[in-house]
């Protein structure tokens, strides 16, 4: 869930015994593929898509990440896992959390996440009109060990998507404001954006996916600008798996740039239940209405 913990990993780890190492890796892994159990978002995509998953249905996305700066890469990666439901038509509820080792070989978690989503209309293939959601969201300053920020974080964002020729692109745009607050200390109000495209590529089951945007909003102090690229792959409607590479400056504590790039490799698994679906029947995969638009159930 922070691109950056994986990096403040490298800086701060030690040797440790490589068969505890793997042994917590593989009872991390385990029980965040059970929490999997439902699924959607966008992450490990930042750029949040003006869509949410139809009334009922249970959504969740884990994703495994690693960094790389200056030379190193992290010893050991970070899982994030973000779980969700939409609670009718028009609402949709997300929170989430990272788990990772820190230096001292020890279990670090990072700042919990909570999210809102309201869709006010959907987006409909080939439309001129896109679909327009809003979402609010705030990280809350309890955590452990390298993966928890020392404050909190807020954000506001509207969201725009276009579905173009068939679905076979997809437009995204964020436009908001964030706050950041570290413990303590004064808060800081900036302007969030984010663009991002959703590309067929090679095969209708293959897209090639790409961003830029202003920071994680669900991390503190994010630098003013970042990107993220790679490729996503939908065997079935309610299953997709991303492979993604993110770039970003480093910034020091006092949020200087230090000249060194960060780079992130993530591996995600997005799945979609039908749990609490009105009636028992099956929820729709490109998902809700929306607000202001005609049901479609």
Same mark, same amino acid.
Do not use: C
């Given at each position: 869930?922070?691109?950056? $913990?994986?990096?403040?990993?490298?800086?701060?780890?030690?040797?440790?015994?490589?068969?505890?190492?793997?042994?917590?890796?593989?009872?991390?892994?385990?029980?965040?593929?059970?929490?999997?159990?439902?699924?959607?978002?966008?992450?490990?995509?930042?750029?949040?898509?003006?869509?949410?998953?139809?009334?009922?249905?249970?959504?969740?996305?884990?994703?495994?990440?690693?960094?790389?700066?200056?030379?190193?890469?992290?010893?050991?990666?970070?899982?994030?896992?973000?779980?969700?439901?939409?609670?009718?038509?028009?609402?949709?509820?997300?929170?989430?959390?990272?788990?990772?080792?820190?230096?001292?070989?020890?279990?670090?978690?990072?700042?919990?996440?909570?999210?809102?989503?309201?869709?006010?209309?959907?987006?409909?293939?080939?439309?001129?009109?896109?679909?327009?959601?809003?979402?609010?969201?705030?990280?809350?300053?309890?955590?452990?060990?390298?993966?928890?920020?020392?404050?909190?974080?807020?954000?506001?964002?509207?969201?725009?998507?276009?579905?173009?020729?068939?679905?076979?692109?997809?437009? $995204?745009?964020?436009?908001?404001?964030?706050?950041?607050?570290?413990?303590?200390? !004064?808060?800081?109000?900036?302007?969030?954006?984010?663009?991002?495209?959703?590309?067929?590529?090679? $095969? !209708?089951?293959?897209?090639?996916?790409?961003?830029?945007?202003?920071?994680?909003?669900?991390?503190?102090?994010?630098?003013?600008?970042?990107?993220?690229?790679?490729?996503?792959?939908?065997?079935?409607d309610y299953l997709n798996l991303d492979v993604t590479f993110g770039l970003?400056?480093?910034?020091?504590?006092?949020?200087?740039?230090?000249?060194?790039?960060?780079?992130?490799?993530?591996?995600?698994?997005?799945?979609?239940?039908?749990?609490?679906?009105?009636?028992?029947?099956?929820?729709?995969?490109?998902?809700?209405?929306?607000?202001?638009?005609?049901?479609?159930?």
């Open positions: 869930m922070k691109q950056i $913990h994986a990096i403040e990993i490298i800086q701060n780890t030690s040797n440790a015994n490589n068969g505890t190492r793997r042994n917590i890796s593989i009872l991390i892994a385990a029980v965040l593929s059970m929490l999997a159990t439902e699924s959607k978002a966008v992450r490990p995509f930042v750029t949040d898509d003006a869509r949410i998953v139809d009334e009922g249905q249970v959504e969740a996305e884990t994703w495994l990440e690693a960094g790389h700066v200056g030379g190193d890469w992290s010893p050991f990666p970070a899982y994030n896992v973000m779980i969700g439901t939409s609670v009718n038509q028009w609402l949709e509820l997300i929170a989430g959390v990272g788990v990772g080792r820190d230096s001292n070989d020890e279990l670090t978690y990072s700042n919990p996440a909570f999210q809102t989503k309201i869709l006010f209309n959907k987006a409909e293939i080939d439309s001129i009109m896109p679909g327009f959601a809003f979402g609010a969201g705030a990280t809350f300053d309890t955590g452990r060990g390298d993966m928890h920020d020392v404050g909190s974080n807020y954000y506001i964002i509207g969201m725009s998507t276009w579905r173009f020729n068939d679905d076979k692109l997809m437009l $995204h745009t964020n436009y908001g404001a964030r706050m950041d607050r570290e413990r303590g200390g !004064p808060q800081r109000i900036t302007p969030y954006w984010g663009i991002g495209f959703d590309l067929e590529a090679f $095969h !209708p089951e293959a897209r090639l996916i790409g961003e830029v945007f202003a920071g994680d909003p669900l991390v503190l102090n994010e630098p003013k600008y970042a990107s993220q690229f790679g490729i996503r792959w939908l065997p079935s970003q400056p480093e910034l020091d504590e006092g949020r200087n740039k230090t000249g060194r790039l960060e780079f992130t490799g993530q591996i995600g698994i997005r799945m979609l239940f039908d749990v609490f679906t009105p009636g028992g029947k099956p929820g729709r995969a490109d998902g809700a209405d929306g607000l202001f638009s005609n049901p479609s159930y």
